[in-house]
Structures are given as C-alpha cells and as structure tokens.
C-alpha cells in the first residue's frame, strides 16, 4: 500500500481521484480537479480561522501541542531559556544556527547601532493624548517609520531586508519605552549602548536624575528569559498577520505594524492585560471559586487559560512560574500569585476545563512578574510585541526567500444575494446630479 498517496470518492459524480500526501498534507489546489461537471469551479476546502490549513512550510519553530513541545531550529525552548541571552536567540531565529562568540559579538554590535530613533519620531509621540494606551503608541511609531526610512520598500532584496531587520530590533525597546515615558508624562531617555538589550530597556523605562541607571541583573535575566520565551510562536495570529501583509511587498515598519496590531487583541497578545484585570476584578483568593462557576456558566473567560494548538501544559508557563520565583526573591512575593495559583488549582482539577484540554498559557504568569518588576498593565502587551519582532521579522524572511508564496488570498463561500436588478422606474442619475 502506498501511504504517500490519498484516494479520494467523488459520490456525486462516482469519480476517483488520487492525491499526493507531504509532511500530513495535501495540497488544497489538488481539490480543484473534482469537479461536478465541467462547469463546475472545482472543490475547495472551508476552514474558517485556519484551524486546519498549513498556509506555508516553515523551519523556524516546531510545536507539538499535545506534548507541550516548543524548539526553535530545533533547540528545546526550555535549554534557549536557561543558557542564552536573548539577541543570541534572535540571531538563531533570524539564521538557523547559534552564533559563535565573534558573530555574536558582532550581531549584538549591530543592533547597538540602531538603538537611537530619528528625532522626528518624538514629536510624533507628541501628538499622542497624555492617556493613549501605549500599544497604540507602539503601532502607530513602527507605522511611522515606514516614512523614515523609504529604502524598506526595496523588500525584494535580501540585503536590504537585513538592514531592516536589525533597525527593528533596535529600535523597538526605544519605541517601547518611549510610549511608557510619554504616557508619565516623563522625559524620553535615550539608549545606552553599555548596556545590554533588557537592561537597555530598563534604562530607557525608569531612569530618572542619576547619571547612570544600574539593572538590578536579576531582574534583567528575568526580562531577557521572557523575551526569549516570547520571541516566536509560529503562525500564531499576529505572525499570520506579518505574513499576510508582507505578501503584498508592503515595507517591513507597515508589516510589523500589522502584526502588532493583531497582538494587542485581548484573545492573543492582550491576554497578558486582560489577566491583571481578571486577577484585580477576583480580588482575593476565596473569590476564585465563584469566579471559575461564571467561566462555566460561559459568562466570563478564564484570561490566560487555553491555546490553540497547545493542548497540554504550555511549555512556556512552566519556566515563567520559575522565573516568577526568582523575580520574586528580588522584589517580594505579589499577592496576585495566590490567586493565580488558585486560579489554576481549581481549573486544573475541574471537568469543564480537563474536557477542553484548558491549561495555562504564556500569558497566565507574565503579567504577575511584569508588575512586580514595576510594568504597568498597559504596558504588557508592548513588551510582548518587543522580541516577537524578531519572530515575524524572521517569518518575513523566509517567506520572501520562499518561491511558493504569493500574495495572500484566502477563497470564500458565498452566501449573498443571488443576482437582482435595481427597479427598471429607479431614474439613471445624470452627471450634474452626481455632482
Ligand atoms: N476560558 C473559558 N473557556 C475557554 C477558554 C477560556 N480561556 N478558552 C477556550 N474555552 C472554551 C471555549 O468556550 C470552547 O468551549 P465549547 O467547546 O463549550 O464552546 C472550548 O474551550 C474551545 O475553545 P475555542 O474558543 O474553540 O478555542 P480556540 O482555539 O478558538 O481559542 C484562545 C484559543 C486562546 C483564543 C482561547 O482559549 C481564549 O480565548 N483564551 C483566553 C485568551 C488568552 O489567554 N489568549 C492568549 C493565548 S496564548 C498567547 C498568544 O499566543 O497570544
């Protein structure tokens, strides 16, 4: 038996129709020669979400949901987290291999290079209200720098893709903290290239009048594991988003735009926020009973609960718990933990949540650890956006070395109005009319 080839039946017709099988696909152009009749478009699959599409092949990340899996170009996310820095893992997403000490070296050089903003970007921020939610902030300044820098349009050449590659993410913690230092109402700080990457953003966020702003190192590894745990997903929404935009050669700064747009939603990259919520609105931890029952009643979602393809324990969640122990160690024990733990004790025990395969995922812990370190709710989300840029910048790469992609554009079923004509009385309007 062969088992790389899929025979398919047609019953309406009483056709066969023998398809090839590649990597536990088949290709979705494949259907179109099952026809009816002549006449007839031909089949096409309805998948709406995606939930059952592979939209590319990619050799970035690998996740196996059910087993809780997460690599990146193979390595284990858990062996990346405890022995890289993050713009070592950057340069493994971007390359497919680990740098040596001298690439490195060099890589982490380069993004220096490209920590400063163009001045013209902090009057742009001026024209923000003092109160505007600094995800916002973050998509609008990348956008902007679409008009900053116009050889990113020239995408279809890769060593000008890697020019803006590294300007991004360069640039993005000052971007970030800028948007933070704007909604204060604080001076912005500029880089400082001693630094390394988090400790870098750090600086940016919370230096005040001393003349040089010193990390506590505890708390920057803790911020640099995060970032290392945040950086890829695969074709997550907002790494769709990327790809979908980028399909089209729009620039870099208007891609990433896009698809930090799709992160800031409160079903992706906005749960971070949304859990902080939840956990303020639950209060205390006697309260958590009463809210698990609204979840079940289908009143309330259980923030930072669920995934799409992890049907497991998010990979991810368990090394957060432990950094959560050490950031804690640094800046005392946050009370938001016992209801967290609550939280998942009691949704990890109940049916509702086991039949559903809902376990914690990333953004269940981060929060707790990012407002103990001093972040403000508004702030998470940006700081998730921050080295995800690396994975979708790393996802436009590819696709555009990739001869098989095109411009996205997904197919539709359509259930509108079969054809009907205006009413032949209705007058046909004259062009002074128009004007
Ligand atoms: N709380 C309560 N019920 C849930 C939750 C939740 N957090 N997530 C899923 N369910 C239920 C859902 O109501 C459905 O129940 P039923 O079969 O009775 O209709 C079932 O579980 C399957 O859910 P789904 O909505 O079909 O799952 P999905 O794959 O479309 O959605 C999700 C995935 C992440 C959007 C969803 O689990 C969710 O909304 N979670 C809360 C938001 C969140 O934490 N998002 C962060 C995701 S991880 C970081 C990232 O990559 O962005």
């Known amino acids: 038996m062969d088992n790389s080839l899929l025979t398919i039946t047609d019953r309406r017709t009483g056709k066969n129709y023998t398809l090839p099988v590649d990597h536990g696909t088949i290709r979705a152009t494949e259907l179109r020669q099952i026809k009816e009749d002549a006449e007839d478009f031909g089949l096409m699959s309805y998948d709406p979400a995606f939930v059952n599409t592979a939209s590319c092949q990619s050799g970035i990340t690998y996740i196996d949901g059910d087993r809780g899996i997460l690599r990146y170009r193979g390595y284990p996310i858990e062996e990346l987290a405890e022995k890289c820095r993050f713009l070592e893992v950057s340069y493994l997403l971007l390359n497919g291999e680990?740098?040596?000490e001298k690439q490195l070296e060099n890589w982490i050089e380069e993004v220096k290079h490209h920590t400063m903003?163009?001045?013209t970007s902090k009057k742009f921020l001026e024209g923000f209200r003092y109160d505007a939610h600094p995800m916002g902030m973050f998509v609008s300044t990348v956008a902007a720098l679409s008009t900053v820098y116009p050889d990113a349009k020239n995408v279809l050449d890769p060593a000008n893709r890697r020019h803006q590659i590294v300007r991004l993410i360069g640039k993005v913690p000052t971007i970030a903290a800028y948007t933070?230092?704007?909604?204060?109402?604080f001076p912005y700080v500029y880089p400082d290239n001693d630094l390394n990457y988090a400790a870098n953003l750090m600086n940016m966020l919370w230096k005040m009048v001393e003349p040089k702003y010193v990390a506590n190192p505890v708390l920057a590894r803790a911020l640099s594991v995060l970032f290392i745990l945040h950086a890829d997903h695969e074709q997550n929404c907002s790494t769709n988003a990327m790809r979908s935009?980028?399909?089209?050669?729009?620039?870099?700064?208007?891609?990433?735009?896009?698809?930090?747009?799709?992160l800031s939603g409160p079903l992706h990259g906005g749960a971070n926020e949304q859990v902080l919520l939840m956990l303020d609105f639950i209060g205390k931890k006697e309260n958590v009973p009463g809210y698990i029952e609204q979840v079940k009643a289908g009143k309330m979602k259980l923030m930072g609960f669920g995934h799409r393809v992890y049907k497991n324990y998010d990979p991810r969640a368990r090394i957060i718990k432990w950094t959560a122990d050490q950031v804690f160690?640094?800046?005392?024990?946050?009370?938001?933990?016992?209801?967290?733990?609550?939280?998942?004790?009691?949704?990890?025990?109940?049916?509702?949540?086991?039949?559903r395969k809902l376990y914690p995922n990333v953004d269940f812990y981060s929060g707790i650890i990012y407002q103990a370190m001093g972040f403000k709710p508004d702030m998470f989300t940006v700081l998730f956006a921050i080295p995800r840029t690396v994975g979708w910048l790393a996802h436009?790469?590819?696709?555009?070395?990739?001869?098989?992609?095109?411009?996205?554009?997904?197919?539709?079923?359509?259930?509108?109005?079969?054809?009907?004509?205006?009413?032949?009385?209705?007058?046909?309007?004259?062009v002074a009319v128009l004007v």
Not at 180 to 185: D, K
Not at 338 to 347: H, K, Q, S, T, Y
Not at 419 to 429: G, I, Q, S, V, W
């Open 245 to 262: 935009v980028a399909s089209s050669q729009a620039d870099p700064y208007l891609s990433v735009a896009a698809a930090a747009a799709a």
């Open 396 to 430: 436009w790469d590819e696709m555009m070395r990739d001869p098989e992609q095109k411009i996205a554009r997904p197919r539709q079923v359509y259930t509108g109005q079969p054809l009907r004509h205006l009413p032949e009385a209705k007058p046909t309007l004259n």
């Open 329 to 355: 160690q640094v800046t005392g024990r946050s009370p938001k933990l016992d209801i967290a733990l609550e939280l998942e004790r009691i949704a990890l025990e109940d049916d509702y949540f086991i039949k």
């Open 117 to 119: 903003l163009h001045e």
């Open 98 to 100: 680990l740098p040596d």
């Open 180 to 185: 933070y230092r704007h909604s204060r109402g």
